[in-house]
């Protein structure tokens, strides 16, 4: 048998411990941060005495505010498996919304006017530096740790076959996790004495519970195929005698899936192999970006519409809005608006023509509008409708959907989320004209990784990548 190296200890997740004292190290932060800012701000404050009590208040509000907030972005979940860059997105989220939540109480109370601006954005600033400061010396303490053999969760895995090796070589190139997979039991005794990245194989798999007994082991994760629900239950029978933490990993490598997890519906545990990102406080929170920026911006540009509108009445016959139906959310059917660049003309038997290079249905104003993006503004509105995103996949017309479906896989999982002004796609250079099947299936690799790895910061990313590289583009024509 593989015994288990004395060395390799198990810190357990959600101790009451370790989360009490993260809730306290995370308060004292925010309310020593606030002190700091303040005397950032004002140089004449030197000591405790000189700081007004309304701002000791509302340090104190905030402070209590951080201990309501900051369990719901999941900071006190166990580390074990998060990539630092998460801690450091939550965090941002975290204390955001309390600064957020602080300045709303403000306003409802008439206070806004008694803080200082510069203070508020100071104590945000600080409030992230000392925040993460704490956590990233608990990271990579951790992590020191761990290198040493210490605190590690031993995990027993059963299945060699394709899923159970997929899952070893993940772990084995994953030592942040904290997990070490020091067997692999199979009911093939062929394997018996074998080996798989270095990890012994063990063939009396009902003898499991006693070695989980005899070796301290933490976890044990079934990597079985999924018509193994017979073996799976009595497996999970027993290692009922035992108090190790037992895992299902479902066979689902094979499958094209999309922004999969776990949700559970009537009581019962539902995997989730292709859905939308967008549920919950995810979709409040990209509702919230979009209304926001959308009405910041378009008072913003408001002067600049009314130039383009009057120049594109002045220099050709027709509307000055053109007005076409694209598919959206859940692939239903919007109206999605854009300044006309085009001579009006009409299209047979319902089709949609693509702009080509040198078309002549293109004004010589309208030209410039597709060079820069700047036909896409009255979108804004389309934002404001809710009907579109500042950030998503871009929006085809009807025809060019019903053809591009039938040819490109997973093109209509595009549609998980709302079609957008811009997107992951377009500032990687996929804009314009698909004049080639491999340029489409480009556009849609890029608009599904959009949508598996959505937050609030890649969309922020996108935007700002946008203002340098977006709008104006070789391809747009």
């Not at 599904?448 to 937050?455: A, R």
Request: charged share 20%; aromatic share 14%.
């Amino acid at each position: 048998m593989n015994v288990v190296n004395s060395r390799v200890k198990s810190f357990k997740s959600y101790t009451i411990t370790g989360t009490f004292f993260a809730r306290i190290t995370d308060s004292v932060s925010v309310f020593i941060s606030g002190l700091i800012a303040y005397f950032v701000r004002f140089e004449d404050a030197v000591n405790l005495s000189l700081v007004p009590q309304n701002y000791y208040s509302f340090l104190i509000v905030c402070t209590i505010l951080s201990l309501v907030i900051f369990p719901l972005f999941g900071l006190y979940y166990s580390w074990r498996g998060q990539s630092l860059f998460h801690q450091v997105r939550m965090v941002f989220l975290a204390w955001g919304s309390v600064i957020v939540s602080g300045i709303l109480l403000l306003f409802l109370m008439k206070y806004s006017d008694v803080f200082s601006r510069i203070w508020l954005v100071y104590w945000f600033v600080l409030g992230v530096f000392l925040i993460l400061l704490i956590r990233l010396f608990a990271y990579w303490g951790l992590r020191l740790m761990r290198s040493k053999g210490f605190n590690y969760k031993s995990v027993v895995i059963i299945g060699a076959g394709d899923l159970g090796k997929e899952v070893l070589q993940r772990v084995s190139q994953s030592a942040w996790t904290g997990f070490k997979v020091v067997a692999i039991f199979d009911d093939n005794k062929d394997l018996q004495g074998g080996t798989i990245y270095d990890v012994f194989i063990e063939t009396e798999v009902d003898n499991i519970a006693n070695y989980v007994s005899d070796n301290n082991i933490d976890e044990v994760w079934l990597a079985l195929p999924l018509n193994a629900e017979a073996r799976m239950k009595a497996l999970v029978d027993k290692l009922s005698s035992t108090s190790v933490n037992v895992r299902l990993i479902p066979d689902i490598f094979g499958l094209s899936i999309l922004n999969h997890g776990f949700t559970e519906i009537a009581g019962m545990p539902v995997v989730d192999l292709c859905t939308s990102p967008m549920r919950g406080f995810n979709r409040g929170l990209k509702s919230v970006e979009d209304k926001v920026l959308a009405f910041i911006i378009l008072m913003m540009i408001s002067p600049v519409l009314l130039v383009i509108a009057i120049t594109i009445k002045l220099t050709s016959k027709g509307p000055v809005l053109f007005k076409q139906k694209r598919y959206g959310w859940d692939g239903r059917i919007i109206n999605v608006y854009k300044f006309r660049s085009m001579k009006v003309h009409n299209e047979f038997d319902g089709s949609i023509t693509q702009a080509i290079k040198k078309d002549p249905r293109i004004t010589r104003f309208g030209a410039l509008l597709r060079r820069t993006s700047l036909d896409e503004l009255p979108q804004f509105y389309n934002v404001l409708q809710g009907r579109m995103s500042i950030v998503g996949p871009r929006p085809h017309a009807v025809a060019h959907n019903e053809h591009y479906k039938e040819v490109v896989d997973q093109y209509m999982l595009r549609h998980k989320v709302k079609p957008g002004i811009t997107g992951w796609a377009q500032i990687n250079g996929w804009r314009g004209e698909t004049d080639t099947l491999d340029k489409m299936k480009s556009r849609v690799e890029c608009d599904l990784y959009y949508i598996e790895n959505w937050s609030l910061w890649f969309d922020l990313k996108i935007i700002f990548m946008t203002v340098f590289k977006g709008f104006i583009n070789k391809n747009a024509y």
